[in-house]
T-cell receptor
Framework: EAGVAQSPRYKIIEKRQSVAFWCNPISGHATLYWYQQILGQGPKLLIQFQNNGVVDDSQLPKDRFSAERLKGVDSTLKIQPAKLEDSAVYLC????????????????FGPGTRLTVL | GQNIDQPTEMTATEGAIVQINCTYQTSGFNGLFWYQQHAGEAPTFLSYNVLDGLEEKGRFSSFLSRSKGYSYLLLKELQMKDSASYLCAVRGRDSNYQLIWGAGTKLIIKP
């Protein structure tokens, strides 16, 4: 079974530029998450999708960040314009979204995109 | 508020045993996860506990006490490749099945 795919793996941009990240979840996984992870910290949830609908985007800085999952499969996360404090690793994760008794609904992560804003 | 506490860093010797603790205060409880994260890589799933007690999986074991809001990850027969950060995450009562993440414990293995 193929894992979660992300691209690019690394990106360096200057502040005020825009950048986009792409994620392809594990086949059949209904739930997709975008996280921001700053060095030395745990992942911070930015947005959660279930199929092509947004479940939670309460921590997404909507003045500069946007995300979509148009067909309920692939997703893109965009930052426009970028700030220095956006330098972080952006992780995409997916889960099966089975909520029955005994289900763990484990999240599986992609390799991440390391963003450096200069 | 909701909070997950783990030690920032631990050091252990190759071949030894180490216990990484995690305490949590969350709005309800619906499972606790441990993930391993090597430097520059994504977190990978290690274990899941939802009932009290010990879950053993090879060299790794995870323990949960819901009444104490406490878990630990036990690593036996440490190998150099176990040098990584270990993240504790709790699923609260939130219907969105979201995880509350700790900051992680960086484990350094010395020969």
């Amino acid at each position: 079974e193929a894992g979660v795919a992300q691209s690019p793996r690394y990106k360096i941009i200057e502040k005020r530029q825009s950048v986009a990240f792409w994620c392809n979840p594990i086949s059949g996984h209904a739930t997709l998450y975008w996280y921001q992870q700053i060095l030395g910290q745990g992942p911070k949830l930015l947005i959660q999708f279930q199929n092509n609908g947004v479940v939670d985007d309460s921590q997404l800085p909507k003045d500069r960040f946007s995300a979509e999952r148009l067909k309920g499969v692939d997703s893109t996360l965009k930052i426009q314009p970028a700030k220095l404090e956006d330098s972080a690793v952006y992780l995409c994760a997916s889960s099966l979204e089975s909520r029955g008794a005994g289900s763990t609904d484990t999240q599986y992560f992609g390799p991440g995109t390391r963003l450096t804003v200069l | 508020g909701q909070n997950i506490d783990q030690p920032t860093e631990m050091t252990a010797t190759e071949g030894a045993i180490v216990q990484i603790n995690c305490t949590y205060q969350t709005s309800g409880f619906n499972g606790l996860f441990w993930y391993q994260q090597h430097a520059g890589e994504a977190p990978t799933f290690l274990s899941y506990n939802v009932l009290d007690g010990l879950e053993e999986k090879g060299r790794f074991s995870s323990f949960l006490s819901r009444s104490k809001g406490y878990s630990y990850l036990l690593l036996k027969e440490l190998q150099m490749k176990d040098s990584a950060s270990y993240l504790c995450a709790v699923r609260g009562r939130d219907s969105n099945y979201q995880l509350i993440w700790g900051a992680g414990t960086k484990l350094i293995i010395k020969p």
